[in-house]
């Protein structure tokens, strides 16, 4: 038993001094850091610009920033700030007048040197992802004076699934011609980058292909130069200004292959008539349209035109007292319902009696103009023998 006893005293010696630890330490047992550096920059898109002041907000507690621009700087100095590990979402939300936000960049920036380059590209997402991985944001805006120029940027949109390959040309107010292509079944076209005066700015026409109609134009704010068509809103012309939009062609393709709709009615601008009835022949077949006493306006149900959808169309009034006056054709993205020729805006009828409509799909409205115009009988003067 003698020899525990030495082992006993030789462990009791190495503890006192210090040899033997009981409970070593790891390196990475440090925990983790609960905050990381962000550096925001403004970035200049031209150096031709008065500078100004920049501001917004950060989240996840980080509050407002500001950024002063120097006039004719490429970009500010950076603004250093703590943010949380967290997803932070940063927001610029003001601007002098005549800038626009044309997007963010977000770099990330383990070792603290990462600049505002000019490679980097620029857009709409503005969310720092979460960890402790610092970060650099560059926002970068644009200056357009009164007199300068601005981009327009066009596009075509459709909600027809299944089309052909077509190019739509678009003629400005400018004088420029665009040629914007929508590829085959896609609902969306590629955007065209155009440089524009600050002026207002309208649309002069519009050529589509074969079997295409444009049902409207929309206008979309677009300052960051990332906005994408919307239907439904408002149409040009652009207004004067630096700020930029979107200009989207809406169009709906109609395929040869499908039969044609045709709505006929007429219109009469007399007031107290006995009413009347009107003949119209379609493809050889007649049809009536019977117009009741005072009223302003009949139609007839939908006429089915079969492929490739040409016809001829004549009309005339059956009934005494009645005139054709002319017509109006109006294509599918003039067509108003449910009450389609009186809704019409009130243009001049085209004279005739007679309408030829070209191969196609695309429906039509034709609207017969009539007037009551019934004969009076005039009774000459007698003269009569002096007294």
Known sequence: MGWCRVVVLLLAVLC??????????????????????????????????????????????????????????????????????????????????????????????PSGVAVCGDGLSYGAANIIPAGSTPYLVCIKNGYASSTGSRILRLGVTTLTPIHPVADFGVTLSTGQQITVRLQKDQSSSSVIEVLVPASSVGVANISTPVNWWVTRQSLVDDPTG?????????????????????????????????????????????????GGTFEVEVLGSLRTISLTPGSATRVLPVVTIPPPGSASISFRATSPGWHIIGYGLWGPGGIPLPDPCAALPPVSPSPGNKVVLGEGSSPFLLCIHVAYLPKRVIVPAVARAGP
């Open 226 to 274: 990332q906005a994408t068509c919307l239907r439904g809103t408002k149409g040009p012309p652009v207004p004067a200004g630096p700020d930029r939009y979107l200009l989207c062609v809406e169009a709906v393709y109609y395929s040869p292959d499908l039969p044609r709709g045709l709505i006929v009615g007429v219109i009469t601008s007399s007031v107290g008539h006995p």
């Open 16 to 109: 006192l001094e210090g040899i033997v630890s009981v409970a070593p330490r790891h390196a990475d047992s440090a925990p983790a850091p609960e905050t990381r550096q962000l550096k925001v920059v403004k970035v200049a898109a031209s150096p031709d610009h008065p500078g100004g002041t920049f501001g917004g907000s950060i989240g996840s507690g980080v509050g407002s920033f500001s950024l002063q621009l120097a006039p004719g700087a490429s970009r500010s100095n950076p603004l250093v700030k703590t943010m949380p590990t967290v997803t932070v979402g940063i927001a610029e939300s003001t601007w002098p007048a005549g800038w626009s936000n044309q997007g963010y960049a977000l770099v990330p920036d």
